[in-house]
């Protein structure tokens, strides 16, 4: 019997697309407005991972403080007016995700970001073809690391439970919902985290040949 083709769910932000210059520039403009000094720009995406709620307590107010909710729509205004002003994908990406389009391996984005967003940007890089769903930590009940979004993309997919998968992340939230949800985990040491979780299974990828050459190992694919 023909192994089934696994779902690669991939996060959006440190693992698809650096978004580290419009993201900091929004928490600047956003700081700027609420009579906050500028943060450096890693200290900022430091602060990236856990969903706009999180982020914001980070980066201007925590969430029990009054101004929290103004704070948290100043912020989106100005992320929205320039979500794609710098973004663009890490090396490879696009000849990755192609390779798997061409291999017909599911495909899915489960980012924390709000699903506006990441709706956006999937149709700015022209990339709704490539994927069978995109999910924001606004499209079910909890974010990463609950398995909410993971299993959301395989009902979105028609995939049962029991078919093979790979998130594919760079922070400790994709490694943990991976391994919440018991599929295998790619961590990506490109992106905005510095350092794996200790305790949780997972492998780490250098470069999107990492990616295809585990993949082809595991899964017996080809890919190139």
Request: glycine fraction near 6%; charge should be neutral.
């Given at each position: 019997?023909?192994?089934?083709?696994?779902?690669?769910?991939?996060?959006?932000?440190?693992?698809?697309?650096?978004?580290?210059?419009?993201?900091?520039?929004?928490?600047?403009?956003?700081?700027?407005?609420?009579?906050?000094?500028?943060?450096?720009?890693?200290?900022?995406?430091?602060?990236?991972?856990?969903?706009?709620?999180?982020?914001?307590?980070?980066?201007?107010?925590?969430?029990?403080?009054?101004?929290?909710?103004?704070?948290?729509?100043?912020?989106?205004?100005?992320?929205?007016?320039?979500?794609?002003?710098?973004?663009?994908?890490?090396?490879g990406i696009e000849?990755?995700?192609?390779?798997?389009?061409?291999?017909?391996?599911?495909?899915?984005?489960?980012?924390?970001?709000?699903?506006?967003?990441?709706?956006?940007?999937?149709?700015?890089?022209?990339?709704?073809?490539?994927?069978?769903?995109?999910?924001?930590?606004?499209?079910?009940?909890?974010?990463?690391?609950?398995?909410?979004?993971?299993?959301?993309?395989?009902?979105?997919?028609?995939?049962?439970?029991?078919?093979?998968?790979?998130?594919?992340?760079?922070?400790?939230?994709?490694?943990?919902?991976?391994?919440?949800?018991n599929i295998d985990?790619?961590?990506?040491?490109?992106g905005f985290n510095?350092?794996?979780?200790?305790?949780?299974?997972?492998?780490?990828?250098?470069?999107?040949?990492?990616?295809?050459?585990?993949?082809?190992?595991?899964?017996?694919?080809?890919?190139?």
């Amino acid at each position: 019997m023909m192994q089934k083709p696994p779902l690669i769910a991939f996060d959006m932000d440190g693992t698809l697309l650096n978004t580290t210059e419009d993201i900091a520039k929004a928490a600047n403009d956003a700081r700027v407005e609420l009579g906050l000094p500028p943060l450096a720009t890693k200290d900022v995406i430091k602060a990236v991972g856990d969903g706009v709620n999180l982020f914001v307590s980070r980066v201007t107010y925590p969430e029990t403080h009054p101004e929290f909710s103004r704070a948290r729509k100043i912020f989106l205004k100005h992320y929205a007016l320039n979500v794609t002003g710098k973004t663009k994908p890490y090396p490879g990406i696009e000849s990755l995700i192609l390779n798997l389009k061409q291999a017909n391996i599911p495909m899915a984005i489960i980012s924390n970001k709000p699903w506006k967003l990441v709706d956006e940007l999937v149709k700015h890089f022209k990339w709704e073809s490539y994927f069978g769903c995109w999910l924001g930590g606004d499209s079910a009940a909890n974010a990463k690391p609950a398995t909410d979004l993971i299993w959301l993309a395989f009902d979105k997919m028609n995939l049962d439970r029991n078919h093979p998968a790979v998130l594919v992340g760079d922070g400790h939230q994709d490694i943990m919902a991976a391994g919440n949800a018991n599929i295998d985990c790619l961590w990506c040491s490109w992106g905005f985290n510095v350092a794996p979780l200790d305790g949780w299974a997972y492998h780490i990828v250098h470069s999107t040949s990492d990616i295809a050459n585990y993949l082809n190992a595991k899964y017996h694919l080809k890919l190139s």
